[in-house]
T-cell receptor
Framework: AQSVTQLGSHVSVSEGALVLLRCNYS??????LFWYVQYPNQGLQLLLK??????LVKGINGFEAEFKKSETSFHLTKPSAHMSDAAEYFC???????????FGKGTSLLVTP | DAMVIQNPRYQVTQFGKPVTLSCSQT?????MYWYQQKSSQAPKLLFH???????NEADTPDNFQSRRPNTSFCFLDIRSPGLGDAAMYLC????????????????FGPGTRLTVL
């Protein structure tokens, strides 16, 4: 079954520093992978998606992710953190059957001044 | 703007009192989903509609039901809410099928936070 594991439930970075949020996937078929962001008391907003077109995927708000098959990873990065990036981030993979997304447990990003 | 709308944003109900949450979409997507998200946890899929076809997740309690009267609207009914049902309920939509590439990119509403007293 398709699944994702997010390493680190909490990540803290200084404003202006590199953001790196880790996601590893397990899949028996080429996966469709997603990163979502959730601000407090809000729904999930799609940051970017990997659908096998290109291994480096650029998303909104300056985020990008690189699909590495050899490492089964899809880590999310941003060169310079902004205070407004503080939120919960979820990695997700499309289930092999049906239409569900299997979410990771989430990583809470804290940005300090 | 095309979007997913959930009403109300906050709902308070009493233990055992039926409650209905609503979701509407202007995206004309054929698939609609209901997720339950408890505090500091990932969203958990309860069920989804593919067009008019209802698909229940195996571990979704019988207490949870859903209706989709037309393409735009979908309802979540909780027949007898318990304290453990207090959560954020998220509605999502996607356009699925051959033409859509079947990537299952899901668009989420802002959620309804349910409190059970």
């Amino acid at each position: 079954a398709q699944s994702v594991t997010q390493l680190g439930s909490h990540v803290s970075v200084s404003e202006g520093a590199l953001v790196l949020l880790r996601c590893n996937y397990s899949s028996s078929v080429p996966p469709y992978l997603f990163w979502y962001v959730q601000y407090p008391n809000q729904g999930l907003q799609l940051l970017l998606k990997y659908t096998s077109a290109a291994t480096l995927v650029k998303g909104i708000n300056g985020f990008e992710a690189e699909f590495k098959k050899s490492e089964t990873s899809f880590h999310l990065t941003k060169p310079s953190a902004h205070m407004s990036d503080a939120a919960e981030y979820f990695c997700a993979v499309r289930a092999s059957s049906g239409y569900a997304l299997n979410f990771g447990k989430g990583t809470s990003l804290l940005v300090t001044p | 703007d095309a979007m997913v709308i959930q009403n109300p944003r906050y709902q308070v109900t009493q233990f055992g009192k039926p409650v209905t949450l609503s979701c509407s979409q202007t995206l004309n997507h054929n698939v609609m989903y209901w997720y339950q998200q408890k505090s500091s946890q990932a969203p958990k899929l309860l069920f989804h509609y593919y067009d008019k076809d209802f698909n229940n997740e195996a571990d979704t309690p019988d207490n949870f039901q859903s209706r989709r009267p037309n393409t735009s609207f979908c309802f979540l009914d909780i027949r007898s809410p318990g304290l453990g049902d207090a959560a954020m309920y998220l509605c999502a939509t996607s356009r699925d099928g051959v033409l859509a590439g079947s990537y299952n990119e899901q668009f989420f509403g802002p959620g309804t936070r349910l409190t059970v007293l």
